[in-house]
């Protein structure tokens, strides 16, 4: 994929996004978790009316200080996407969490995973003024290397925390990319 062809976009506010932008979260976040991602849905089959409630409160929170959601796009199509929140509580407003990482399956493998996590590294850090970042990722499907390639450390895991299936728990794997 050439570089110039993909185009990355922060939406702020609930208004920034048109109700095409949000069918196409939905779609994208519904063939992710039914190729088996880990996505915040770990009981696939599901389909666009499933998650878009999910969808729906993720958009209707997004504030310029403390929810941003990025995408990425090919001419003129989702690819990927990812959600960036923080806490405005004092105590912990300096870091924030990662969700909801994902890119359409028929483009794995072409950079543009590693471009949003780019380029919300450097959302959080110049805009948003976060010093940390952190995620929890499911276990068992190789997320912590793709993390572990960009700078994210394992900092700790909830072994079995997850279960998938009886006889499929996997771990919680907390991470954290500091400094950002």
């Known amino acids: ?34 190729a088996g991602g880990a996505a915040g849905f770990p009981f696939p089959p599901v389909d666009v009316a499933t998650v878009a409630p999910a969808l729906d409160r993720i958009i209707d929170a997004l504030s310029p200080d403390t929810s941003r959601l990025l995408t990425a796009t090919t001419d003129g199509e989702l690819v990927g996407w990812l959600h960036v929140r923080r806490d405005r509580f004092e105590l912990i407003a300096h870091w924030g969490t990662l969700h909801h990482v994902q890119t359409r399956t028929a483009v794995r493998g072409r950079g543009i995973g590693l471009a949003l996590m780019r380029e919300v590294r450097r959302v959080a850090r110049d805009e948003m003024g976060l010093e940390q970042l952190r995620l929890a990722a499911r276990g068992g499907v190789g ?31 907390l991470m954290l990319l500091a400094p950002l």
């Open 1 to 34: 994929m050439a570089a110039d062809s993909l185009t990355l976009q922060q939406f702020t506010t609930p208004g920034d996004v048109a109700p095409r932008l949000r069918r196409a979260l939905a779609e994208c976040w519904a063939e992710v978790t039914n």
């Open 143 to 173: 997320l912590e290397d793709f993390y572990g390639r960009l700078g994210w450390q394992e900092v700790g895991r909830w072994p079995a925390s997850l279960r998938l299936a009886e006889g499929d728990d996997r771990d919680e794997i």
